[in-house]
């Protein structure tokens, strides 16, 4: 099993040297949100079930591996924290408000909307005394796509800041396409399947991939066996029958079927 483990981070590492791309696991900081949208009673979006945002940026976040908050607005953070302090970038009371709420990244933003199609003007703010701006960002069309443009452009961003580049290994590993596209669909006694995804371009990708399953219940185990161009296949441990998994599957919009006679042959939908 070890011998396996080390070769599979050979081939992990081949694949981020060889794209020439960051590789970006730890820190993954919180993202603290607090946006304002001038059509509610109280413009500052809360972080309840009375909008959407907070459920779609949780959502996307998981996706990225980057959790997200909004405020609860209680009595607490409104002593601090108005419509105009967002908009006009007074950080004090935002950093001290966000306290309360872990460590993080601090992003503050304004809402507009015209029919379907929404605008948000966001600004992405370190976590300290100074607050300083990281990068600034406007994600336009419907809730969704502002949702998914943001923490693309934040992601983006954050492997660069984080990660790094890995030398190639002395010893590369490599993986031939018959040992890449053969497939075990039967699920073993322990539940154990293989997974083969298609159009994994980057790490990024990979680990958005990996966030995706993790969150799944019925998912307990999950790892990475092997690697081949944009093709990626993965040892999974399920609770349950196979129904369950591709039902959750449904509502994952970025996870979709690739070939009909193969359940366990998938696509990666870029965002």
């Known amino acids: ?3 396996w483990l080390i070769l599979i981070q050979r081939a992990f590492k081949r694949l981020v040297a060889l794209g020439v791309a960051p590789y970006w696991e730890q820190p993954r900081p919180a993202l603290m949100f607090w946006l304002v949208d001038m059509q509610l009673p109280i413009p500052l979006v809360p972080g309840d079930t009375t909008t959407k945002w ?26 601090l924290v108005s419509a105009d302090v967002v908009n006009q970038g007074l950080m004090p009371p935002l950093v001290k408000a966000s306290q309360r709420y872990g460590d993080g990244l601090l992003v503050r933003g304004q809402l507009s909307q015209q029919g379907d199609q929404w ?3 966001w600004h992405l703010h370190d976590f300290d005394s100074k607050a300083a701006v990281l990068i600034n ?5 419907t809730q969704a796509q502002v949702v998914t ?12 800041r984080y990660g790094k580049i890995l030398p ?5 590993l490599t993986v031939s396409a018959a040992q890449a596209t053969a497939v075990t669909t039967a699920i073993s ?12 371009k980057s790490v990024d990708d990979l680990l958005a991939l990996q966030g995706l399953l993790h969150q799944l219940p019925m998912v307990s185990q999950s790892s990475v066996t092997s690697m081949a161009g ?42």
């Open 168 to 172: 190639l290994p002395q010893a590369v």
């Open 230 to 271: 944009d093709t990626v296949t993965l040892s999974l441990v399920l609770k349950g029958d196979a129904n369950g998994f591709f039902t959750a599957l449904q509502d994952q919009q970025r996870l979709v079927p690739a070939d009909a006679a193969n359940r366990f042959h998938m696509q990666w939908r870029q965002p």
């Open 1 to 3: 099993m070890a011998y």
């Open 137 to 141: 960002g406007q994600s336009k069309g």
């Open 189 to 200: 006694a322990s539940g154990e399947v293989s997974l083969q995804v298609d159009h994994v």
């Open 119 to 121: 605008q948000l003007q």
């Open 149 to 160: 443009q943001t923490f693309a452009a934040i992601s983006h961003y954050l492997a660069g």
């Open 54 to 79: 907070p459920q779609l940026f949780a959502r996307e976040g998981a996706q990225w591996a980057i959790p997200s908050h909004f405020p609860l607005l209680d009595l607490d953070d409104l002593a």
